[in-house]
């Protein structure tokens, strides 16, 4: 730990008094805010929250805490929360609203649920969820516990780009997930004898100072660079991490499965692999090594727009490191090669000898496999309503098993065409699609308009769920509400601390209320929330011997498991005690029998970009510039933060990145308005000068909106004026359903004028039918 003697400045209770302040030591792991669990101290009176700050004694986060952490009680208390639930009473649009209570909005659901039932069956209800954070079981749990649908989708991102093609490539290689190992999970951290300071980090197709994603605090890489780790960063804009780096290596892009082919290709040749490794624990090494003769470094570097010199360095600098990690990111999901790029650097992390060894990428699983995340509720849907899931059997990886969505571009698809089924009624839970999350935002926003009912649950209201619902329900935040943490490590306590804003319920509370309403056979059994979140705990024997409320006076359980390295040798891996991995030779795959089963190359191979200079040159003439989208932004979120002042403050306006020269030759100066346009639609958005960026690239920021705005259609927030959303793309991904394009497609750019401003995006959007694109 950092600080050695904050055993003595800070308690270790799990709550205490101090003056007139309540204290409880909790985690935070659920909206608003990020994907990591920070271990916080929150100071309440009289039930409310007066301040918060990190918890040094938790050995995670150590104390430190992001501006997403420490503006809680802003974000908490904001008077624009949504107090109470609220049913429309104008047109859909028209943002006109009653207030309700509870008892009336589960009377409105219970009716809903039976005429759609009796209508098209509960298939016809489809739940929409939102970033992994502390609402994913939950409304898994609606969906098929309470409602009896199979349909369960993440919010119209296309092609599950998001963390699924880098999990699933992992599974399917070795049975597990990996992560960098920074020591983060262990609790003595870097004190641990065990592990060992990497001495090369690669970061790849993320910011972790910015994004915080995935279980992984950015501070931890700014820790190891003071231990002596050295960087290489891979990423198309010079990052505050690229300019501290070793080696920056500027990609093109969508091209990430060609410069890891490009590594292959040195560590291969030029005998850098871990020998012993491949010999005893991989299957199917010899395929790779024909395959990476086919990706010269030259052939790589004319493909990434990287120096040959560069990747062989790079390449040579990660083989010889021992060990080396990687911490990978977004951008390996974000292109139609989303799976074989995670396939490629997988294999690279395999054998150069870096796989569940101190100091590379370890193995691990959810703190006592407790949860099932989005796999909940499954025991609850016969194997008769499973196929009638909507667009499952046309993806081999999907109709496996290996995730529990829908596709959301199937699901698209359904709500246009009205097959297999009509949509009934879209449940939103955690999640504000057409700000953030949908690709080709505009025609999800069409098609929407084609379901009956809506319901979203959310904090605040949205332009989602001003455009589409009949029902909205405030959730409660994160030290409002009971639940608890289990991704990756450790274990950990989300304790009620302050009392819920107005009328706001826990997401497991609706869980529980609505369960207990339409499904009593299931739920009846549970007696409250805590009682519910102890049988989540137990998860059929997992090891967790102690229920929910024990765990909150824990606050923070660490699993030996996964602080354990080398597990395929000590036979912690199979069910059966061997050695081995979870796959079906029991060996690394590195070429992969199911995907050959499937009808998928089973070796990673490069795909061109959907549009850009190689694939489709001729329509480059009218949108000259690579288009890469959703740069994270210190203090926001997706769409979340901006009704809050201090975080506007921050970042008041939505930004693009553009090199200065490429500025200048369009006659844009820093803090011009210029529209970013593709032949699907346009945005408009801040320019904002980044000297390290390739002249033919832009970034666009995502997610967002202007709460500050108009509420009603047809401003509905200026949703859709600054949404780079307008220009990306559904439907179009790899040949596995995973990996869409949305941030390697094309665009170009030019001032915004009082001439070519007299409609706003949105308005064209809701008012005048769209951007006229139409798919081919």
């Known amino acids: 730990m950092i600080n050695k003697y904050s055993k003595d400045l800070y308690k270790e209770d799990w709550r205490w008094q101090e003056g007139e302040y309540e204290v409880t030591r909790t985690s935070v792991w659920t909206g608003p805010g990020c994907h990591n669990g920070c271990g916080v101290l929150c100071y309440t009176k009289d039930g409310k929250l007066e301040k918060i700050e990190g918890d040094p004694n938790f050995s995670y986060n150590q104390g430190r805490l992001c501006l997403r952490c420490i503006n809680m009680v802003e974000q908490i208390y904001n008077n624009d929360r949504l107090k109470w639930p609220l049913m429309r009473v104008g047109k859909k649009g028209e943002n006109k609203w009653k207030r309700v209570s509870w008892d009336e909005a589960y009377d409105w659901i219970e009716a809903k649920h039976k005429e759609i039932s009796q209508k098209t069956g509960p298939q016809g209800i489809v739940s929409l969820v939102g970033t992994g954070r502390n609402c994913m079981w939950q409304p898994a749990m609606i969906t098929r516990a309470v409602f009896g649908s199979p349909n369960l989708s993440f919010g119209f991102l296309s092609a599950d780009s998001c963390y699924q093609p880098r999990m699933t490539a992992n599974l399917i290689k070795q049975g597990d997930c990996w992560v960098l190992d920074a020591s983060q999970f262990h609790p003595l951290r870097y004190d641990n004898p065990e592990w060992k300071v990497p001495e090369v980090v690669v970061v790849w197709g993320n910011e972790p100072l910015a994004s915080n994603g995935d279980g992984f605090v950015g501070h931890w890489l700014v820790d190891l660079m003071k231990l002596g780790t050295k960087l290489i960063v891979i990423d198309p804009a010079l990052t505050w991490l690229a300019a501290k780096a070793d080696l920056w290596l500027k990609i093109r892009p969508g091209t990430d499965c060609a410069l890891a082919l490009g590594f292959l290709n040195v560590i291969i040749n030029e005998d850098l692999y871990d020998h012993d490794f491949v010999e005893q624990w991989t299957y199917g090494f010899d395929e790779l090594v024909e395959r990476v003769q086919e990706y ?119 709500m246009e065409s009205g097959k297999p089924y009509p949509v009934q009624m879209l449940w939103v839970h955690g999640s504000n699609p057409i700000a ?152 690394y795959e590195v070429s992969s029998p199911l995907f050959d089963v499937w009808g998928f190359d089973p070796l990673p191979h490069h795909m061109e970009p959907y549009e850009g200079p190689y694939s489709t040159p001729e329509l480059m003439k009218e949108y000259p510039f690579i288009l890469t989208t959703g740069h994270r932004q210190i203090g926001l979120f997706h769409s979340e933060h901006r009704q809050l002042p201090t975080m506007r403050e921050v970042h008041p306006q939505p930004e693009m990145d553009i090199n200065p020269e490429t500025a200048q030759k369009l006659g844009l100066q820093e803090g011009d308005w210029a529209w970013i346009e593709n032949k699907r639609g346009k945005c408009k958005q801040q320019v904002k000068f980044n000297y390290g960026l390739d002249p033919k690239v832009v970034r666009a920021r995502h997610g967002w909106w202007f709460p500050e705005k108009e509420g009603a259609e047809p401003v509905l927030f200026g949703v859709f004026d600054s949404n780079s959303n307008n220009l990306t793309t559904m439907g179009v991904h790899g040949p596995t359903h995973y990996g869409a394009p949305y941030k390697s497609t094309i665009c170009k750019v030019y001032k915004v004028e009082p001439e070519n401003d007299q409609v706003t995006p949105t308005e064209i959007v809701t008012r005048l039918g769209g951007f006229g694109y139409v798919k081919r």
């Open 296 to 414: 010269s470094v030259e052939k790589a570097a004319e493909i990434t727009w990287i120096p040959k010199e560069q990747i062989t360095e790079a390449a040579r600098m990660y083989a010889k490191a021992k060990p080396a990690g990687i911490q990978w990111g977004l951008a390996i999901d974000m292109q139609i090669a989303g799976m074989e790029a995670s396939a490629a650097i997988s294999d690279m992390v395999a054998i150069t000898g870096n796989l569940d060894v101190p100091g590379g990428n370890i193995l691990l699983r959810y703190a006592y496999n407790s949860s099932k995340k989005y796999g909940c509720g499954l025991e609850c849907i016969s194997e008769e309503m499973l196929q009638k899931r909507i667009g499952t059997y046309e993806s081999a990886i999907h109709e496996s098993g290996y995730t529990p969505f829908i596709p959301p571009d199937k699901l698209l698809e359904t």
């Open 436 to 587: 953030n999350m949908a690709g080709e935002a505009p025609r999800v926003y069409a098609a929407w308009k084609n379901v009956p009912y809506t319901v979203v649950v959310d904090y605040y209201m949205t332009p989602t769920a001003v455009a589409f619902a009949d029902l909205v329900l405030p959730a409660a935040m994160s030290v409002e509400r009971d639940s608890y943490r289990s991704w990756w490590q450790p274990l950990r306590a989300i304790t009620k601390a302050a009392e819920p804003y107005f009328e706001s319920k826990a997401d497991e509370q609706i869980v529980l209320d609505l369960g207990k309403r339409i499904n009593p056979e299931y739920f009846n059994k549970y007696k409250d929330v805590r009682d519910l979140l102890t049988d989540m705990l137990y998860d059929d024997g997992n090891g967790v011997d102690y229920d929910f409320e024990a765990l909150t006076h824990k606050v923070y359980d660490w699993w030996d498991w996964n602080h354990t390295y080398k597990k395929y040798e000590k036979g912690l891996l199979r069910q059966d005690g061997q050695p081995g991995f979870v796959t079906a030779t029991g060996l």
